[in-house]
């Protein structure tokens, strides 16, 4: 064996750490958890996870472009487009184009499209308040905190 080999095989090699201690498989895990019970909730809906996410976030923050829309829900732009048309035609958002910039469109729930988010609110809670049970209050706030820290759409 070459001096080289021999310093080669004494290094230390770099290891992957265990699936079961590996963060994006951990995160995923947890995303099936948490996921579980808000499915379940939204069969009840015939809305998806990603239509309730948009409907949440013109229920919390009102009208709103549909750039600033797809950040506060977690979606990519063409899916915020196409979601919020179908939700348009379920009659649960209306779409309407800026009169300065007629490329730029606007997005507002309408009080179908409240009633469900109103509807299933309680539902929701409940689901929220099992994870802070599980948890704990603290640790499920601290949860939060350092899941932002993830976040690369956080703002500083």
Do not use: C
């Amino acid at each position: 064996m070459t001096l080289k080999a021999r310093i080669m095989n004494t290094m230390v090699k770099p290891t992957l750490p265990s699936t079961e201690r590996s963060l994006p498989i951990a995160l995923i895990r947890a995303r099936e958890g948490i996921m579980n019970p808000i499915r379940e909730m939204l069969l009840k809906t015939g809305i998806t996870e990603q239509q309730w996410r948009v409907l949440r976030a013109l229920a919390e923050y009102g009208r709103m472009d549909t750039k600033t829309l797809a950040q506060r829900s977690s979606l990519l732009f063409p899916s915020t487009t196409r979601i919020s048309t179908t939700l348009r035609q379920k009659g649960f958002v209306t779409q309407t184009r800026d009169d300065q910039d007629r490329r730029r469109q606007f997005v507002e729930i309408t009080i179908e499209g409240q009633k469900i988010i109103d509807e299933h609110t309680p539902h929701a809670v409940q689901i929220v308040s099992d994870f802070k049970i599980k948890l704990g209050e603290e640790n499920y706030e601290t949860l939060l905190d350092l899941l932002a820290m993830l976040d690369p759409g956080a703002i500083d």
